[in-house]
C-alpha cells in the first residue's frame, strides 16, 4: 500500500514540476516577447521621431547651429530667421580663424574648405564672414531637396511674429543665435542676467583702416615675450630689486604677446599678458596718456607685420585706433543658457555670443560659439525623442551643464591657445 502511495505521490510532484517548468518557460518567453515587442516599437519611434526645429540669426553660429539640425536627422521642418537681408549678410568683410578643433567639426557637418575662399596657416583657416556665412547657406540650399527647410532673411523675431505661429507649426526647439544684442531672448522671456569672470590676464586692442590696401584674408602674426621701453615715461627697464649673487639690477620680461590678423585693409592688433603686478603691466593699466598705446601698437606693428605690406608712418598714424590702457579681460556667459517653455512645449538653447562674450577680441571669437555647438545634436535628438517631460528637462539639464562646461575651459585656457602659444 506505501509503495502504491508513493508512486502516486512520485507522479503528483512530477506533474507539478513539469507545470511549474512550463509556466516559468511560458512567462519568460512572454516576457522576451513583450521585450522584443517594446524595443522594436521603441526603435521604430526613435526612428521616425521628426520635429520642427527654428534658428534665430544667420551668423556664423546661427548657420552652423542649422547645419547640425540638419545633421541630426530628427528635423521635420527647419526655419532660419534673420533681420538682416541677403545683401547685408554676404558683404561682411571682417576676417574669422577656425581653428583645427572647429575645422574638424565643420568638416563632419558637410563645409569643403577647399571651394571656399581663404587661406590656411598652421591648421587654421582664415576667411571672410561673408563668404563663410555664403558657403554655409549654399549648403542648406542643396539640403532643401530632402528636408523642409525656409529661409527667411529679413524677417526679425518679435513677439508678434512668436504669436503667429500656429499650433500644429510651433518649433519643438529653438536656437537663439542672435548676437549679444539680439531681442530673442527677451521675447521668449528668458533671464538676460551674466555671470562676469576674470580670465586672469590684461589685455588692449586696436585696428588700422587702410583703405589701398586689399581686402583678402591673411595669416595671423604671432610674437612672444615681448617688451617695452618705457623709460621716456619714468618707467625704467629695471625692476627695483637686485639679483642676490651677482648684486646687479636683473630686467624681468612682463611676457607680453602680439597678434596681427584681419585682411591688409583692416587690420586688427591684440596685446595680451598673464594677469601681474609688475612695473610695467601695473604702468599700463593705469595710465592716463592715450598715446603710449598708441606708439606701442604703432612699433609693433612695423616689427612684426608681414613683408608685402607698407609700414605704418607718422602720415599714416592717424588710421590707427587703440584703447588708451590695458584692462582686464573678461567673460560673460548667461546664467541661463537653455530653458523650457511649459505651455508651448518649446525647449530653447542660446548659442554664441547671444550666450557668452569675451571683451577682448583675440580673432578666433567664432570658435567659442561653435565649442558649444558640439553638444546641440545630440540635445535635438533627445528632445525629438522624449517620452515625457522628464526627458525633455534631462536633455536640457545635459545642454546646461555643456554649456558652462564651454564658458569655465575657455576661461582656463582660452587666451593661452589663441594668444599664449
Given at each position: 500500500?506505501?509503495?502504491?502511495e ?8 512530477e506533474?507539478y ?13 512572454a ?9 522594436s ?14 534658428v534665430?540669426?544667420?551668423g ?16 521635420l ?5 534673420d533681420?538682416?537681408n ?7 568683410p571682417?576676417?574669422?580663424?577656425l ?6 567639426f565643420?568638416?563632419?557637418l ?6 571656399m575662399?581663404?587661406c590656411?596657416?598652421?591648421?587654421h ?6 563668404v563663410?556665412q555664403?558657403?554655409l ?5 542643396q539640403?532643401k ?11 526679425k ?11 500644429s507649426?510651433c518649433?519643438?526647439i529653438?536656437?537663439v543665435?542672435?548676437?549679444?544684442y ?6 521668449l ?6 555671470i ?9 586692442n ?22 617695452f621701453d ?20 636683473t ?27 609688475n ?18 601698437f604703432?612699433?609693433?606693428?612695423n ?14 598714424l592717424?588710421?590707427?585706433q ?7 579681460i ?38 567659442l560659439?561653435l ?10 535628438y ?40
Open positions: 500500500m506505501s509503495n502504491t508513493d508512486y502516486f505521490n512520485g507522479s503528483i510532484e506533474k514540476a513539469t507545470l511549474a517548468y512550463d509556466t516559468i518557460l511560458s512567462t519568460l518567453f516576457v522576451l516577447v513583450y521585450v522584443v515587442v517594446k524595443v516599437l521603441d526603435g521604430i519611434r526613435q526612428w521616425r521621431a521628426r520635429i520642427p526645429v527654428l534665430v540669426g544667420s556664423p553660429v546661427g548657420l552652423t547651429a542649422a547645419l547640425v539640425a540638419v545633421r541630426s536627422g530628427k528635423v521642418k527647419l526655419t532660419l530667421l533681420e538682416r541677403r545683401t547685408s549678410l554676404l558683404c561682411r571682417q576676417q574669422i580663424a581653428d583645427p578643433r572647429s575645422v574638424k565643420l568638416l563632419r558637410g563645409v569643403d574648405f577647399d571651394n575662399e581663404g590656411w596657416h598652421n591648421d583657416f582664415f576667411t571672410k564672414i561673408g563663410f555664403e558657403h547657406l549654399s549648403i542648406l540650399e539640403k531637396r530632402r528636408i523642409d527647410i525656409n529661409i527667411s532673411l529679413g524677417t523675431f518679435t513677439e508678434e511674429y512668436f504669436r503667429r505661429i500656429t499650433s507649426e518649433p519643438r529653438i536656437v543665435a542672435d548676437g549679444s539680439g531681442e530673442s531672448c527677451s521675447v522671456g528668458i533671464s538676460s542676467d551674466y562676469v569672470e576674470s580670465c586672469n590676464a590684461y589685455g588692449v586696436a585696428t588700422i583702416e587702410r583703405l589701398d590696401q586689399r581686402q583678402v584674408p591673411t595669416p595671423e602674426i604671432r610674437a612672444h615675450g615681448l617688451y618705457l623709460s621716456a615715461y619714468g618707467i625704467d627697464f629695471f625692476l627695483e630689486g637686485k639679483d642676490v649673487q651677482s648684486s646687479q639690477h630686467s624681468v620680461k612682463p611676457g607680453f604677446h602680439l597678434k596681427i590678423y584681419g585682411t591688409f585693409r583692416n587690420r586688427y592688433l591684440a596685446l595680451a599678458c598673464p594677469a601681474s603686478d612695473k610695467v603691466v601695473r604702468f599700463l593699466r593705469h595710465t592716463t596718456n592715450s598715446s603710449i598705446m598708441k606708439n606701442i604703432h612699433q609693433s606693428f616689427a612684426y607685420k608681414s613683408d608685402i605690406e607698407p609700414r605704418m608712418n607718422d602720415l599714416t592717424h588710421h590707427l587703440c584703447s588708451r590702457r590695458l584692462f582686464e573678461m567673460l560673460s556667459h548667461r546664467r541661463i543658457n537653455a530653458a523650457y517653455i511649459e505651455g508651448d512645449n518649446i525647449a530653447v538653447t542660446i548659442e554664441g555670443e547671444a550666450a557668452r562674450v569675451l571683451n577682448f577680441d583675440t580673432g578666433c571669437g567664432v570658435n560659439g565649442r558649444g555647438l558640439e553638444s546641440l545634436e545630440k540635445f535635438i533627445r528632445i525629438a525623442t522624449a517620452l515625457d517631460q522628464n526627458d525633455v528637462l534631462e536633455a536640457l539639464s545635459s545642454k546646461i551643464q555643456h554649456s558652462k562646461h564651454v564658458a569655465e575651459n575657455f576661461r582656463q585656457t582660452g587666451l593661452l591657445s589663441t594668444m599664449f602659444e
